[in-house]
Every structure is written in structure tokens, then in C-alpha cells.
């Protein structure tokens, strides 16, 4: 479980009720119409904390396995998150970039082309806006994100993409992460999507057990 006091980031949150009052509007109602449409190098130990990373001035970043790549992913939004809490711009900028290595590039910006909100944007623009919506879904939950829990339902023939579900609680609320990842050309593991899983969906037992 993430550490950390329990008032520092109010300012940074959104508690999954408004994220999804929200889903109407912006950039948030873009990343709900790719759910409808599509239906950092060392390996720490998993025991380790945002907290710990970040005092080391370092991010994790693995896309070995869809594990891998989620946890990347969330560690990182965590982090900045934290970082524009604090107002520190620097870190929140140097957050955004390395988001930009761990999302699934390719893919998100072939389903966003036919949104009207995304026509007059580079691919670069496009993938900076829809990866923003992912600090807000997780934003509530920030200091709550269980990744030693995290479970992972594996691809297949079918359904070549692999989801990974992450326990989360805030502070009067519990919820499962979603984060969709693929794999590219290069056999690494990228993230497609981030959101909230639906009550009663199940998914298998983590691939590869954190060490």
C-alpha cells in the first residue's frame, strides 16, 4: 500500500463520483469513447514505494510484462499527482514525458483520429491529452493504490490485449484499476487505457508474482 498523509494532496484528488461527472465533458468523455470502442530501467522490489522512488529522484520504469508496464504507469501518475500537489512544475513536466514512453502511442492515437476534439492535433497532442485523464481517474485514490494485489488477466488469440486490475482505496471509497496494456513491435508492453473496472468483473491471478 502507498504511504503518505492523509490531507497533503485534497487539492490534486478527484473522487471517482466526479471523474465520472465529468465523463460528459472534455477530454475525460474522449478516453470514455475509446472504452466503448475498443469494448526508470532497474526492477525494484514491489515492496518498494512511490514514496522511496521518488527521494531517490528516480521513476520506475519496466515494460517487461503488462505488470510491468502498470505498474510503471501508475507509479508515475502517482508521482505527478504528488508533484502538482506541491506545485512543483518541473517534476510534474518530467512525469508527463516519461508517460508519453509508457503509453501505447500507436494505438491510442489511431482510435482518437475519428474524434472531432482531436482533428486539428498532432499525435504528440493527442497522446499528452489523453494520458492527462488518466492522473484524474486515479487522483482520489493516489496514496491508496495496492500494486502488490494487482491481478492480471493474461491475452489471448481473442482478445490480444492484457488487463491488469490494481485494489485502490480512498478515504471513504475502494475501487479496481484498470489498465489495458499491449504489446508492440519491440515485445515490450504498453498502456492503452486506464479507468475503473466494473463491480462483479474477475480476472485472474497476476502472470508473474512480484518477487
Known amino acids: 500500500?502507498?504511504?503518505?498523509?492523509?490531507?497533503?494532496?485534497?487539492?490534486?484528488?478527484?473522487k471517482r463520483p466526479q471523474v465520472r461527472a465529468l465523463g460528459t465533458i472534455g477530454w475525460l468523455a474522449v478516453a470514455l469513447l475509446v472504452a466503448v470502442l475498443s469494448a526508470c530501467d532497474s526492477r525494484?522490489?514491489?515492496?518498494?514505494?512511490?514514496a522511496d522512488a521518488q527521494s531517490a529522484g528516480e521513476l520506475y520504469v519496466d515494460l517487461t510484462t503488462p505488470e510491468d508496464a502498470a505498474r510503471s504507469t501508475l507509479l508515475c501518475l502517482v508521482a505527478e499527482r504528488r508533484a502538482i500537489a506541491r506545485d512543483d512544475k518541473p517534476a510534474?513536466?518530467?512525469c508527463r514525458q516519461e508517460l508519453q514512453s509508457l503509453a501505447a502511442k500507436e494505438g491510442i492515437?489511431?482510435?482518437?483520429?475519428?474524434?472531432?476534439?482531436?482533428?486539428?492535433?498532432?499525435?504528440e497532442e493527442v497522446l499528452d491529452q489523453f494520458t492527462r485523464t488518466w492522473g484524474a481517474i486515479i487522483?482520489?485514490?493516489?496514496e491508496g493504490l495496492d500494486l502488490d494485489r494487482m491481478r492480471c488477466?493474461?491475452?489471448?488469440?481473442?482478445?490480444?490485449?492484457?488487463?491488469?486490475?490494481?485494489?485502490?482505496?480512498?478515504?471513504?471509497d475502494a475501487a479496481l484499476i484498470r489498465v489495458k496494456c499491449v504489446r508492440g513491435e519491440d515485445k515490450l508492453w504498453r498502456v492503452?487505457?486506464?479507468?475503473?473496472?466494473?463491480?462483479g468483473a474477475t480476472s485472474q491471478p497476476a502472470s508473474v508474482p512480484a518477487p
Open 1 to 14: 500500500m502507498l504511504s503518505g498523509s492523509a490531507g497533503e494532496y485534497r487539492s490534486a484528488r478527484l
Open 44 to 50: 525494484p522490489d514491489s515492496s518498494n514505494s512511490v
Open 92 to 94: 510534474a513536466q518530467r
Open 109 to 123: 492515437t489511431r482510435r482518437l483520429r475519428g474524434h472531432p476534439r482531436v482533428s486539428d492535433l498532432s499525435d
Open 139 to 142: 487522483g482520489y485514490y493516489v
Open 153 to 172: 488477466t493474461p491475452p489471448t488469440e481473442t482478445a490480444p490485449e492484457a488487463l491488469v486490475l490494481v485494489p485502490a482505496r480512498g478515504a471513504d
Open 192 to 199: 492503452a487505457a486506464v479507468g475503473f473496472q466494473a463491480e
